[in-house]
């Protein structure tokens, strides 16, 4: 049996815990199942009440408390506990079954996938071990796209999550209500699927000709890599969530699993190829 999974991951404040409560209202909306992992050791209010809560294992105050660690140090140390008790995990996940997509709400440091591959290792246990396939969800503010460098180096991270996850990765531009009114539909275009020789000019006029050497190998960097593009975010609009969905279905390849189960049930309303 293969078991679906989302990580929404991204920086802090980028909006990934009010994507998660937006996509658990869209599944229920339109009667799919869902599990809610919170995995923020930190998180304090929820939309939605987790179904597994990293917090039953240990909490952020916890962690600082035993430890003596500030909050960064007492993060790293949570998931080091939890990579330590993945059987915890394992049962608290031991009734998902094909037909829910779990969705997992990381926290917002990063350094969780860039530094270290404390996130990297967690998907591949959930791969290997509980047969889930996976795909990432990694989110930037929207409001990067007015301040240029800023949207380079949330790129940037974006690709680094990227090549450490080694899942299936969706790029999404979030809370795009807050520059729908000062980003023209051209401009916007520019970003989503980003031609960085065309943006780093205007980086060039904004920052000392002494960085211009490296900004041209950040640009080279990314137009060689050439796999970084973005899907725009809005989460009260159920029309955003639902294309949103739609990418993370396809990344799951989960119609693909649901599909023949329709077919085989006689009471469903099937028609293979749609109407002639
Ligand atoms: N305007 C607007 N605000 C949003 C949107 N999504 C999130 N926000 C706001 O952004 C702030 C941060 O949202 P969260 O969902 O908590 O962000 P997060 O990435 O989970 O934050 P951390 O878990 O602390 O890293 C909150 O005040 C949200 O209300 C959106 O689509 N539009
Ligand atoms: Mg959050």
């Not at 531009?173 to 401009?187: F, H, N, P």
């Not at 137009?223 to 989460?235: A, K, N, R, Y």
């Not at 396809?250 to 293979?272: A, H, M, R």
């Amino acid at each position: 049996m293969s078991r679906f999974g989302v990580f929404v991951v991204g920086p802090a404040g980028s909006g990934k815990s009010t994507f998660c409560s937006a996509l658990i209202s869209h599944l229920k909306n339109s009667k799919r199942s869902c599990i809610y992992v919170n995995l923020d050791p930190a998180a304090e209010e929820f939309d939605f009440e987790p179904d597994v809560d990293i917090k039953n294992l240990i909490s952020l105050d916890d962690a600082m408390e035993e430890m003596q660690l500030g909050p960064n140090g007492a993060m790293m140390a949570c998931f080091e506990f939890l990579m330590e008790n993945l059987d915890w995990l394992e049962s608290e996940l031991d009734d998902v079954t094909e037909d829910f997509i779990t969705i997992f709400d990381c926290p917002g440091q990063i350094e969780l996938y860039s530094h270290v591959p404390i996130l990297p290792n967690l998907c591949k246990y959930l791969q290997m071990n509980l047969n889930y396939n996976l795909c990432a969800s990694y989110l930037i503010e929207s409001t990067f796209v007015v301040d240029k460098a800023k949207f380079f180096a949330g790129t940037l991270s974006a690709m680094s999550a990227m090549i450490m996850l080694e899942i299936p990765h969706l790029n999404i531009l979030s809370k795009m209500d807050l520059v729908k009114s000062q980003v023209t539909k051209r401009e916007l275009k520019r970003y989503l699927d980003p031609d960085p020789s065309i943006i780093s000019t205007d980086i060039h006029a904004e920052t000392n000709p002494k960085f211009h050497a490296l900004n041209e190998a950040v640009v080279k960097l990314i137009e060689d890599f050439s796999m970084v593009s973005f899907l725009q975010l809005e989460s009260q609009n159920e029309d955003s969530v639902q294309a949103i969905l739609s990418y993370i279905d396809d990344c799951l390849g989960w119609s693909e699993v649901q599909e023949p189960q329709l077919k085989d049930d006689p009471d469903q309303d099937y028609e293979e190829g749609g109407e002639e």
